[in-house]
C-alpha cells in the first residue's frame, strides 16, 4: 500500500540553526499539507500546497517557514532559524482531490530545539 | 471564531463495550467533517466523514453523527476493541483546501 515518508524521523538541533524536514508523498497525490503537533496537543495546520504553489497558510507560518516541491516528488518544510517553540510533530500529508476529507498523513518528524 | 472542539479528553471503556467520543463545532457553515484516529507514534489516519446533508454514516464498526441545529458530531465504536486505543480528532473541512483539528479525546480501552 502506498505509503507517505518523511525524514528524518527525528531531529535535534540548537535554537537559531536551520531545519530542513522531508516527505515524499504519495505519487499521484495533487495536495500537499505540513502539519505540526505540540507534545499532547491538536494537530495544527501549517500550510497546503497545490500545483507548485502555496494555497494557504496559518498564523504559524510566518516568514522563518517555507515549503518547496523541488523535484516533483520531494515536499519540503524548511525552518530557517529555529526557536524553542519550534520543537513539535511535524506531519506532512497528501491528498488526492478537493472532494474528499480523507489525508493521508506521514509518521511524522520530531523536531526537538535545544 | 470558527472553532473544532472536543468536549473530554480522556475515554476509558471496557473491552467489547460501545464508545462514544463527542465533538462540537462553532461555524454553522461548517459542511463537512471527519473523524481521524491517532495511534501512539503515528500520524493521524482518515476514520470516517459526513456531509452536511446527512445526519449519519456508518462504517465497519463505527458510525458517525451529525446534529447541525445544535452544532454537534459524535463518533460511535461498536463492541470497542484494545486496538481502538488512541486519540480520536474530528475535523472541519473549512471553504479551500485546509483541514482544522479539534482538540482530540483519548480512548483508553480497559481489558
Known amino acids: 500500500e502506498p505509503e507517505v515518508t518523511q525524514t528524518p524521523s527525528h531531529q535535534v538541533t540548537q535554537m537559531g540553526q536551520e531545519v530542513i524536514l522531508r516527505c515524499v508523498p504519495i505519487s499521484n497525490h495533487l495536495y500537499f499539507y505540513w502539519y505540526r503537533q505540540i507534545l499532547g496537543q491538536k494537530v495544527e495546520f501549517l500550510v497546503s500546497?497545490?500545483?507548485?504553489?502555496?494555497?494557504?497558510k496559518s498564523e504559524i507560518f510566518d516568514d522563518q517557514f517555507s515549503v518547496e516541491r523541488p523535484d516533483g516528488s520531494n515536499f519540503t518544510l524548511k525552518i530557517r532559524s529555529t526557536k524553542l517553540e519550534d520543537s513539535a510533530m511535524y506531519f506532512c500529508a497528501g491528498r488526492l482531490a478537493m472532494n474528499t476529507g480523507e489525508l493521508f498523513f506521514g509518521e511524522g518528524s520530531r523536531l526537538t530545539v535545544l | 471564531g470558527e472553532s473544532v472542539g472536543l468536549h473530554l479528553p480522556t475515554l476509558s471503556v471496557q473491552e467489547g463495550d460501545n464508545s462514544i467520543i463527542n465533538c462540537a463545532y462553532s461555524?454553522?457553515?461548517?459542511?463537512?467533517f471527519i473523524w481521524y484516529k491517532q495511534e501512539s507514534g503515528k500520524g493521524p489516519q482518515f476514520i470516517i466523514d459526513i456531509r452536511s446533508n446527512m445526519d449519519k454514516r456508518q462504517g465497519q464498526r463505527v458510525t458517525v453523527l451529525l446534529n447541525k441545529t445544535v452544532k454537534h458530531l459524535s463518533l460511535q465504536i461498536a463492541a470497542t476493541q484494545p486496538g481502538d486505543s488512541a486519540v480520536y480528532f474530528c475535523a472541519e473541512n473549512n471553504a479551500g483546501n485546509m483541514l482544522t483539528f479539534g482538540g482530540g479525546t483519548r480512548l483508553m480501552v480497559k481489558p
Open positions: 461555524n454553522s457553515a461548517s459542511d463537512y
Open positions: 500546497f497545490y500545483n507548485n504553489e502555496i494555497s494557504e
